[in-house]
């Protein structure tokens, strides 16, 4: 029996599940949770994650996977090549950290301004079963921090073709997703991010990235 992903096909967490399992070739059933209608606050995805996010791994076991990390964890462990979360200890130290770096300084400063801004999102500055209402300063700072994250990443990609390490990696598809999903609130790289930009049509060429 495969495993069953529980995904929304536009938001941006599943996604990088969807790369990884296709980068590792792991073959899984999918089950569409519309956050649009608000299916992840329903008794019934409740009682799969009650976390009330997506993407959430089904296994074999009955466990239930509720974390992008914990997902690639278990892939890499099932399938070790490729080696997403890196092969020695220091690529995998690299891997680790690079990975939590993009996230806080990148996936949170686009959820910060998404979330305080969006009037479909008033009452829900935070996604889980809590409600809790929008702060604009917290936009106002993210919107500052994504430019900061871009040079950031720019500096990091000189003369280099991943993030973290010589191959492609779980901190790569983590900046991916990130790169495009700041489009949402209208934050993309600019010409002077050359390197980024030469990195972001590479990795976005990848097979992968359409999944």
Same mark, same amino acid.
């Given at each position: 029996?495969?495993?069953?992903?529980?995904?929304? /096909?536009? !938001?941006?967490?599943?996604?990088?599940?969807?790369?990884? $399992?296709?980068? =590792?070739?792991?073959?899984?059933?999918?089950? %569409?949770?519309?956050?649009?209608?608000?299916?992840?606050?329903?008794?019934?995805?409740?009682?799969? &994650?009650?976390?009330?996010?997506?993407?959430? $791994?089904?296994?074999?076991?009955?466990?239930?996977?509720?974390?992008?990390?914990?997902?690639?964890?278990?892939?890499?462990?099932?399938?070790?090549?490729?080696?997403?979360? *890196?092969? /020695?200890?220091?690529? =995998?130290? $690299?891997?680790? @950290?690079? &990975?939590?770096?993009? #996230?806080?300084?990148?996936?949170?400063?686009?959820?910060?301004?998404?979330?305080?801004?969006? =009037? *479909?999102? /008033? +009452?829900?500055? $935070?996604? +889980?079963?809590?409600?809790?209402? %929008?702060?604009?300063?917290?936009?106002?700072? *993210?919107?500052?921090?994504?430019?900061?994250?871009?040079?950031?990443?720019?500096?990091?990609? #000189? @003369?280099?073709?991943?993030? !973290?390490? @010589?191959?492609?990696?779980?901190?790569?598809?983590? !900046?991916?997703?990130?790169?495009?999903?700041?489009?949402?609130?209208?934050? #993309?790289?600019?010409? #002077?991010?050359?390197?980024?930009?030469?990195?972001?049509?590479?990795?976005?060429?990848?097979?992968?990235? =359409?999944?």
């Amino acid at each position: 029996m495969a495993p069953v992903l529980y995904d929304f /096909t536009a !938001a941006p967490s599943p996604r990088r599940a969807r790369i990884l $399992l296709a980068e =590792k070739g792991i073959a899984h059933e999918t089950v %569409q949770v519309d956050l649009a209608k608000g299916e992840q606050l329903g008794d019934a995805y409740r009682a799969i &994650n009650p976390a009330c996010t997506v993407p959430a $791994l089904k296994l074999d076991s009955g466990v239930v996977l509720t974390e992008n990390i914990g997902i690639a964890a278990w892939a890499d462990a099932v399938k070790p090549e490729p080696a997403l979360l *890196g092969s /020695t200890p220091e690529e =995998k130290g $690299l891997v680790l @950290g690079w &990975n939590a770096r993009i #996230e806080f300084e990148g996936f949170m400063p686009v959820a910060e301004v998404l979330r305080n801004t969006s =009037k *479909g999102m /008033t +009452g829900r500055a $935070l996604p +889980g079963p809590v409600n809790f209402e %929008q702060i604009p300063a917290l936009a106002e700072r *993210g919107s500052v921090r994504l430019t900061r994250f871009f040079d950031m990443l720019n500096a990091r990609l #000189e @003369g280099r073709d991943f993030i !973290a390490t @010589g191959r492609f990696s779980l901190a790569d598809i983590t !900046a991916l997703v990130c790169v495009d999903f700041a489009k949402w609130v209208k934050h #993309e790289p600019k010409p #002077e991010h050359a390197n980024l930009l030469r990195w972001h049509a590479s990795v976005s060429a990848r097979p992968s990235a =359409k999944a």
